[in-house]
């Protein structure tokens, strides 16, 4: 007699699920820093990389106001996004654009003791564009904007994570 569709599906997931539990396989977290408390300093008062840095934070880390209360400060120097026209059509019409999104930045303890000296990150995306679907460009210019900074961030992070002074 044979199975049902349904049951052999969920059968071949199961194995699947148990076979991926027994090699080790776990989902990438956020970096173990080694600190409870983290100050951004310089950033201006609604930046976009400030907040995708907080999102990219493990759950223990808190951020605090005062670089004087924090054991890690990370300092932007520069916090920057650009887009520029790759290539147009005959009639001068934009087809392509460049996205960029950068940042300098540096680390040091609450104390002012350096940690990481003036390091640049920086992502950038091509992104067509159609003049007829301008709505739904930008919509994809803002999911890629907030790709490429999510992933400065955990860059920013995982740095953070080798220099960041031990509890």
């Given at each position: 007699?044979?199975?049902?569709?349904?049951?052999?599906?969920?059968?071949c997931?199961?194995?699947?699920?148990?076979?991926?539990?027994?090699?080790?396989?776990?989902?990438?977290?956020?970096?173990?820093?080694?600190v409870?408390?983290?100050?951004?300093?310089?950033?201006?008062p609604?930046?976009?990389?400030a907040?995708?840095?907080?999102?990219?934070l493990?759950?223990?880390?808190?951020?605090?106001?005062?670089?004087?209360?924090?054991?890690?400060?990370?300092?932007?120097?520069?916090?920057?996004?650009?887009?520029?026209?790759?290539?147009?059509?005959?009639?001068?019409?934009v087809?392509?654009?460049?996205?960029r999104?950068?940042?300098?930045?540096?680390l040091?303890?609450?104390?002012?003791?350096?940690l990481?000296?003036?390091?640049?990150?920086?992502?950038?995306?091509?992104m067509?564009?159609?003049?007829?679907?301008?709505?739904?460009?930008?919509?994809?210019?803002?999911a890629l904007?907030?790709?490429?900074?999510?992933?400065?961030?955990?860059?920013?992070?995982?740095?953070?994570?080798?220099?960041?002074?031990?509890?």
């Amino acid at each position: 007699m044979r199975q049902p569709l349904t049951r052999r599906l969920w059968l071949c997931a199961a194995v699947g699920a148990l076979s991926l539990s027994g090699c080790g396989f776990a989902l990438k977290g956020p970096p173990q820093l080694g600190v409870q408390t983290v100050a951004l300093q310089g950033f201006a008062p609604q930046s976009e990389m400030a907040a995708a840095l907080r999102r990219a934070l493990p759950r223990d880390v808190r951020v605090v106001a005062s670089p004087a209360q924090a054991e890690l400060v990370i300092s932007a120097r520069d916090d920057r996004f650009e887009r520029s026209v790759v290539s147009s059509t005959a009639a001068g019409q934009v087809r392509e654009f460049r996205l960029r999104v950068s940042l300098k930045f540096s680390l040091s303890t609450g104390t002012g003791k350096p940690l990481l000296k003036e390091t640049l990150l920086e992502q950038s995306r091509d992104m067509s564009t159609i003049e007829t679907a301008a709505l739904a460009k930008e919509v994809e210019q803002e999911a890629l904007l907030l790709e490429m900074r999510d992933d400065l961030a955990r860059q920013l992070l995982r740095m953070a994570a080798t220099v960041a002074p031990a509890r």
